[in-house]
């Protein structure tokens, strides 16, 4: 028997990927209903080999349904999560409007999958940022083994986490770098994003980080240990799909590359390729469209006592978001609802 499963927001990048996943995955489902907003009602949506057409979210009877997946961000969870929950439906929320929420659990399930049992208070769940939820699957067997104190990270943010917005300026950009006749002015980013790198990443706080380099604080701190340190620096790159993030952990206890190594090769949702070689690690390119996050480059730091750098590599739109959301789902049906 399987669950009645909606995908809120089915026509953006990360509803379109939470479908694929979920029939990739083979989740057991009964029905499933494809939301969106009203101009959008209508589009067609692949699962798997069935087409589904999005309805209208706005006029949507939530009744009846287990699971909702939202993938249409925090003004409209706002509305439609409360109304989903009352209406008995589970939701796993995509936003980050929950996500700081002491009542709400936020949840990377290889990291914190008890959380869950939170879940039952409120039934909504957040999914981390996905720049957090790479690096909380890295970080989670590392700070079990040794503790880590402290985190110093640099991320390269592809445009996909900008949306499909994000996509289209850096393509256009490109485009018109080989057309010198045509300009594309930057609209998504703060300035071009084709052939350039920008250090900037949501809004600017008081403190002079911006909100994405705090939602990793904040997240990695709620998600493995409120006494990890983290510093971030949150960069968007010219690249289409795939999250990279140059990662400096000190620990506690000390540990050595070669046994760190060892524990992420057996750690859950991790794939280790570091051969000391040309090509011997992963790059965003590589890792689009797999589960996995890859871990390579890992390494002694010499300038402290118990330091390691690695580098951590993954598809953004599948563990930094719709992934992320099917294994809390997977995770709500094996201990919370669990249908036969």
């Known amino acids: 028997m399987g669950y009645r499963v909606i995908v809120a927001g089915s026509t953006g990048n990360v509803g379109r990927e939470m479908l694929n996943i979920l029939s990739e995955r083979?989740?057991?489902?009964?029905?499933?209903?494809?939301?969106?907003?009203?101009?959008?009602?209508?589009t067609e949506c692949s699962f798997g080999d069935t087409?589904?057409?999005?309805?209208?979210?706005?006029?949507?009877?939530?009744?009846?349904?287990?699971i909702a997946l939202f993938a249409i961000g925090s003004d409209a969870t706002g509305i439609y999560a409360p109304k989903a929950a009352r209406a008995g439906c589970y939701v796993i929320d995509n936003s980050?409007?929950?996500?700081?929420?002491?009542?709400?659990?936020?949840?990377?399930p290889e990291c914190n999958p008890?959380?869950?049992?939170?879940?039952?208070?409120?039934?909504?769940?957040?999914?981390?940022?996905?720049s957090t939820a790479q690096m909380a699957v890295a970080l989670k067997p590392l700070h079990d083994r040794a503790k880590i104190r402290r985190v110093v990270v640099s991320t390269y943010q592809s445009v996909s986490g900008a949306g499909k917005a994000g996509m289209d300026e850096l393509w256009n950009q490109t485009r018109a770098v080989y057309n010198p006749i045509s300009e594309v002015p930057p609209k998504t980013f703060q300035k071009e994003i084709a052939f350039n790198v920008i250090p900037h990443i949501d809004v600017f706080l008081e403190d002079g980080?911006?909100?994405?380099?705090?939602k990793m604080v904040a997240e990695i701190k709620k998600i493995i240990d409120p006494s990890i340190r983290v510093t971030a620096t949150c960069v968007r790159v010219p690249v289409f799909v795939g999250h990279s993030e140059a990662v400096n952990i000190e620990t506690e206890d000390f540990l050595d590359e070669d046994e760190a190594r060892d524990i992420l090769r057996e750690s859950p949702g991790?794939?280790?390729?570091?051969?000391?070689?040309?090509?011997?690690?992963?790059?965003?390119k590589e890792c689009v469209g797999d589960f996995s996050t890859?871990?390579?480059?890992?390494?002694?730091?010499?300038?402290?006592?118990?330091?390691?750098n690695l580098w951590c590599v993954s598809d953004n739109l599948r563990k930094g978001a719709a992934l992320n959301a099917v294994q809390i789902a997977e995770l709500l049906g094996q201990r919370i609802l669990q249908k036969d």
Not at 101 to 108: K, S
Not at 114 to 130: L, Q, V, W
Not at 209 to 214: I, V
Not at 294 to 308: E, H, M, P, V
Request: with cysteine; aromatic share 10%.
């Open 96 to 108: 980050s409007l929950y996500r700081y929420d002491a009542d709400i659990p936020l949840i990377v």
């Open 209 to 214: 980080s911006t909100r994405e380099e705090w």
């Open 294 to 308: 890859f871990i390579s480059r890992i390494r002694q730091d010499s300038t402290i006592d118990n330091g390691l």
């Open 51 to 66: 087409t589904l057409k999005a309805r209208d979210m706005d006029t949507f009877d939530f009744t009846g349904w287990d």
């Open 114 to 130: 008890g959380t869950i049992s939170d879940a039952t208070k409120h039934r909504i769940i957040a999914n981390p940022n996905c």
């Open 26 to 42: 083979q989740f057991p489902i009964d029905e499933i209903a494809a939301l969106a907003s009203r101009r959008s009602i209508g």
């Open 270 to 284: 991790i794939m280790v390729v570091d051969k000391r070689e040309p090509g011997g690690y992963i790059t965003p």
